[in-house]
Nanobody
Framework: QEQLVESGGDSVQAGGSLKLSCVPG??????MGWYRQVPGKEREFVSS??????TKYAEAVKGRFTITRDETNTLYMQMNSLENEDTAVYLC???????????WGQGTQVTVSS
């Protein structure tokens, strides 16, 4: 079943931390990752984890966010030192296709305030 369910979004103060989770409906033997979207702007790449455990991060989150995956194929993203600019809907994706992901979750809202 092509289903990805995100959770963990919340409202936090700047400098705080959150951990997002993405539970897949099936085991994906492909890259998974996170994008984020702000109303009125294009969806923005945040992080990805390939099948061989190679990680990639957007410059804006390097050193602050960490993407991992456990043995059940659940994807996580630990977000530390959150900034106001990190406010967005975070979407989990799986299996790259044409430089984006083929399968998407519905998203989870992260709001960071000063």
């Amino acid at each position: 079943q092509e289903q990805l369910v995100e959770s963990g979004g919340d409202s936090v103060q700047a400098g705080g931390s959150l951990k997002l989770s993405c539970v897949p409906g099936r085991y994906y033997l492909c890259s998974m990752g996170w994008y984020r979207q702000v109303p009125g702007k294009e969806r923005e790449f945040v992080s990805s984890l390939s099948a061989d455990d190679t990680t990639k991060y957007a410059e804006a989150v390097k050193g602050r966010f960490t993407i991992t995956r456990d043995e059940t194929n659940t994807l996580y993203m630990q977000m530390n030192s959150l900034e106001n600019e990190d406010t967005a809907v975070y979407l989990c994706g799986a299996c790259t296709s044409s430089a984006t992901f083929k399968y998407w979750g519905q998203g989870t809202q992260v709001t960071v305030s000063s």
